[in-house]
C-alpha cells in the first residue's frame, strides 16, 4: 500500500481510512478556500490536520485545509505534492500500542515563494476571497521574530521592507503581503491565528506583521489605510491560543511497524535544509488546543473536533498552568537530572523512584497549591496525565539532552513564577523540589555526570557566561564552593527572583555543595531531600 488516492479501495487493515468525499473537498477548497495554514511541519500534520479531518468525516464541514511552508519547499514537494497530500498519522499510545489514521484534510499543499509566480498567483486569490476565515500558524517561535538581540531588525526583515510587499522572504513578510492583497481586495475580515507553542502567541504575531506593515508605510508601499485595516480586530484578529502535543522526529520503531503492515514508500527523508521528516507523522495521543473564539469572518466549528474555544483571559491561564506548574517545570527538572544520572529517554527517567519522587513533588505539592485554575481544564487532572501517562509513554524518543537546551531562558517562567507565588505568601522557604531543581540545574552546568565522566552540556545563550561564573568548583572537592552561586542566584533576569533576597539561595547552595562530594552524590543528594 501507498499513499495515493488511487490505492484507498484497498484494505488497509486497522488503518482508518477517510469517510469524507476527498474529491468534493478538493474541489470546494479550491472554489471556496476557507482555511489557509504556514508551517507544514509535524504538528500541523499530526494535530491540526486531524482536527480538520474530524470536521470533513461528520460532515460539519465541506472543506479542508490549503497547506503551504515558508521555509522548506522540499516538504511540499516530497511529502505533500509526492503522496497525493495524504499523510498517515500515528498515535503512540501509553500501553505500548499505536492507533493509526489515514488524513486526506489538506486539500491544496503550495510554496510559499515569491519567486514561484504560478504559486503566487494562487496565494493571492485565496487572500482576495470573501470565504477566507482564518490563517493559522505553526512556524515555531522563532518564526515570529523580525529583530535581533540588539533590537535592531533583521537582515531578511530589512530586505523585505526595502523590496516591498510582493518580493518577501520571511514568514511575516509573506503573511503581511498576503493581508495587504485582501485589503486592496476590499478589506475583507479574516483571523490570524498562531497555534505555536509560545506564550501570547497571537500579541506576538499582529506585533511582528505591524512592525513589516509600517515599514512599508514608511516606504510608500501601502497606504494609512492598510495600517488601519490590520489594526482593527473586528477586521483583522489575532487570537491567541494555548497548544500542547509533543510530535516527536518519525521513530525507526514506527517505520518497521508500518512496513510490516504493508505501507510501502514511507522512509524519511532529510532535505537539504536539515529538516527531519517523513510520509508518516508519530506523536503522543493526548493533544490539547485552546483558541480565543475571535473570527470576523466566521470559523470551522473547532469546538465539534475537541478545541476549547474561549477567552483571550482563559487561553493566557490555560498557558500558564501548563508552563508554570503542570508540565514544564516538570520536563526541565527530568531533563537535567536525567543527563547527570546518564538517561537518554525521558520514559526511563519515570521508572527512576527518585526522579518519580521529584516530579511528583514538584507538579503535586508545590505547583498544584499555587495554580493557575483556567475553569476549562483540571490541573490536577492535567498532572495526573502527565506523570501517569505522557512522561513514561515508551514510545516518545524524547530525550533529556533536548529538552536540557537553553534552560537559562526557561527557568524563570517555569519555576520562577511559582517562587514568586510562595514568596508573596512568605512561604518561600518551604520549598524543595523548585531548590532542588535549580540546584540540579547548576550541577549541571558543570559538565560532569553523576559518575564523574565529563558531560556534554546542552546550547544556551548564557552557557559560557554561567559556566565562567562556576569556574573554580570541581567535584569531589565540596571546599571548593566559595559562594560562586551568589551572583547568579541573584539574577532577577534569570529566575523571574533575586533568591537571595527572598531567602532561597542557602537551600539551593546546601544542595548544591551536597552534589560535589563525589561519585554518586547527585543521587544521594535527591534521597536526602526526597525521602528525609
Known amino acids: 500500500m501507498k499513499l495515493r488516492l488511487t490505492e484507498l479501495k484497498k484494505d488497509w487493515g486497522d488503518i ?109 486569490q485565496i487572500a482576495s476571497s470573501d470565504s477566507l476565515q482564518m490563517i493559522s500558524f505553526t512556524i515555531t517561535e522563532k518564526g515570529y521574530a523580525v529583530a ?26 509573506f503573511a503581511a503581503g498576503l493581508l495587504l492583497k485582501r485589503y486592496l481586495a476590499g478589506s475583507q475580515p479574516v483571523a490570524l491565528c498562531s497555534m505555536d507553542n509560545c506564550s501570547k502567541n497571537g500579541e506576538k504575531l499582529k506585533a511582528a506583521v505591524m512592525t513589516i506593515a509600517s515599514g512599508w508605510l514608511e516606504k510608500g508601499y501601502v497606504d494609512s489605510g492598510f495600517i488601519e485595516y490590520i489594526s482593527d480586530e473586528s477586521r483583522v484578529s489575532f487570537p491567541w491560543s494555548m497548544i500542547d502535543k509533543i510530535t516527536p522526529r518519525p521513530s525507526e520503531k514506527v517505520e518497521r511497524l508500518l512496513l510490516d503492515m504493508g505501507l510501502e514508500d514511507i522512509s524519511p527523508i532529510v532535505t537539504s535544509k536539515n529538516t527531519y521528516i517523513a510520509p508518516f507523522v508519530n506523536a503522543e495521543e493526548p493533544q490539547y488546543l485552546v483558541i480565543e473564539d475571535s473570527f470576523p469572518n466566521g470559523r470551522p466549528p473547532l469546538e465539534l473536533a475537541g478545541v476549547y474555544m474561549t477567552d483571550r483571559e482563559t487561553v493566557n491561564k490555560t498557558e500558564r498552568m501548563k508552563v508554570t506548574t503542570c508540565l514544564n517545570p516538570l520536563h526541565t527538572a527530568l531533563a537535567v537530572y536525567g543527563c547527570m544520572l546518564g538517561y ?21 505539592k508545590e505547583g498544584l497549591l499555587v495554580v493557575t485554575d483556567p475553569g476549562i481544564l483540571s490541573p490536577k487532572e492535567f498532572i495526573d496525565e502527565v506523570v501517569t501517562k505522557r512522561l513514561p509513554n515508551p514510545f516518545m524518543p524524547d530525550a533529556p539532552q533536548r529538552i536540557a537546551t537553553d534552560t537559562s531562558q526557561k527557568v524563570g517562567i517555569r519555576f520562577g513564577e511559582t517562587i514568586k507565588s510562595y514568596a508573596a505568601m512568605g512561604r518561600a522557604d518551604s520549598l524543595t523540589a523548585i531548590p532542588l531543581a535549580i540546584a540540579g540545574w547548576l550541577r549541571y552546568l558543570l559538565g560532569v555526570d553523576d559518575s564523574g565522566k565529563p558531560m556534554e552540556i546542552s546550547p544556551d545563550p548564557l552557557k559560557d557566561e554561567l559556566t565562567s561564573q562556576l569556574s573554580g568548583i570541581e567535584l569531589g572537592s565540596p571546599e571548593s564552593y566559595k559562594g560562586q552561586l551568589l551572583p547568579i542566584l541573584k539574577n532577577a533576569s534569570i529566575f523571574g527572583s533575586d533568591l537571595v533576597e527572598i531567602g532561597m539561595s542557602s537551600l539551593i547552595e546546601r544542595m548544591f555543595v551536597g552534589m560535589l562530594s563525589g561519585a554518586g552524590a547527585v543521587r544521594a543528594t535527591l534521597r536526602k531531600y526526597l525521602n528525609g
Open 344 to 364: 537518554t529517554l525521558i520514559c526511563e527517567e519515570m521508572k527512576d523512584s527518585e526522579l518519580r519522587l521529584l516530579v511528583e513533588r514538584l507538579g503535586y
Open 148 to 173: 535581533g538581540s540588539d533590537g535592531g531588525l533583521l537582515p531578511v526583515v530589512k530586505e523585505d521592507i526595502e523590496n516591498g510587499p510582493f518580493k518577501t522572504k520571511h514568514a511575516m513578510s
Open 16 to 124: 482508518a481510512l477517510p469517510r469524507f468525499n476527498i474529491g468534493a473537498a478538493r474541489e470546494n477548497t479550491r472554489v471556496n478556500p476557507t482555511w489557509l495554514h504556514l508551517g507544514a511541519g509535524n504538528i500541523f500534520r499530526g494535530f491540526i490536520c486531524s482536527l480538520s479531518q474530524r470536521l470533513l468525516d461528520s460532515g460539519e464541514c465541506s472543506t479542508g485545509i490549503i497547506a503551504a511552508d515558508t521555509f522548506d519547499y522540499e516538504i511540499i514537494d516530497r511529502i505533500f505534492i509526492a503522496n497525493d497530500n495524504l499523510t498517515l498519522n500515528v498515535s503512540l499510545l501509553a500501553d505500548g500500542s499505536v492507533k493509526s489514521e489515514l488524513l486526506a484534510s489538506v486539500c491544496e499543499a503550495l510554496k510559499a515563494d515569491c519567486q514561484d509566480s504560478v504559486s503566487m498567483e494562487r496565494f493571492y
